[in-house]
């Protein structure tokens, strides 16, 4: 039969081995694009609740180091902003925090871009790329009316 202690050894090490359970990266930030702002453009980006995982409770998020055109909503998981013309940068590193209920912390630096080219555009609309596939052979399109090709 186990004595009084040792059970109550056991116990202890099974609990200490729950809590020690610190966050893990589960989805990284730089994976889940776009991480390039562009000035005078809003920019806006949540992140997935799944960036840190814990096994065992809630990951709760913040950040540290963030430019200061860049807001981090913790509630909604959401960066905000609108870089202007001085924040352009090849890459800012900040941190994301994320912490677990017994207080372990995950801190770990990702980096931004501010761009100051515009994104990328539709350079020749879908119309007038079709009127040059024209060739001898022959071969006739339909736009219907939602814009879906027909051949
Ligand atoms: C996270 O790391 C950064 C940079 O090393 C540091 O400035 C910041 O204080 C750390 N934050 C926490 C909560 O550990």
């Known amino acids: 039969m186990m004595s009084k202690t ?3 050894c056991l116990l202890l090490a099974l609990l200490t081995s729950i809590t020690s359970a610190t966050p893990t990266v589960g989805w990284p930030f730089d994976e889940q694009l776009p991480d390039v702002a562009r000035v005078g453009e809003s920019y806006s ?3 997935s609740s799944e960036t840190y995982q814990d096994s065992d409770s ?3 998020y913040s950040t540290s180091n963030l430019p200061s055109w860049l807001k981090f909503d913790s509630s909604s998981l959401t960066f905000s902003g609108t870089p ?3 924040d352009v940068t090849d890459s800012q590193d900040f941190q994301l925090i994320g912490k677990d209920s017994s207080g372990n912390i995950l801190n ?3 980096s931004i871009v501010v761009s100051s080219n515009p994104g990328p555009y539709v350079k020749d609309p879908v119309s007038s790329q079709l009127s040059s596939l024209d060739s001898p ?3 006739h399109y339909q736009l ?3 814009s879906t090709l027909i051949v």
Request: net charge negative; charged share 25%.
């Open 6 to 8: 040792r059970s109550a």
């Open 137 to 139: 052979t022959e071969h």
């Open 84 to 86: 202007e013309t001085s």
């Open 58 to 60: 809630d990951v709760q």
């Open 45 to 47: 980006f949540t992140i």
């Open 108 to 110: 770990e630096t990702y």
């Open 144 to 146: 219907g009316v939602s």
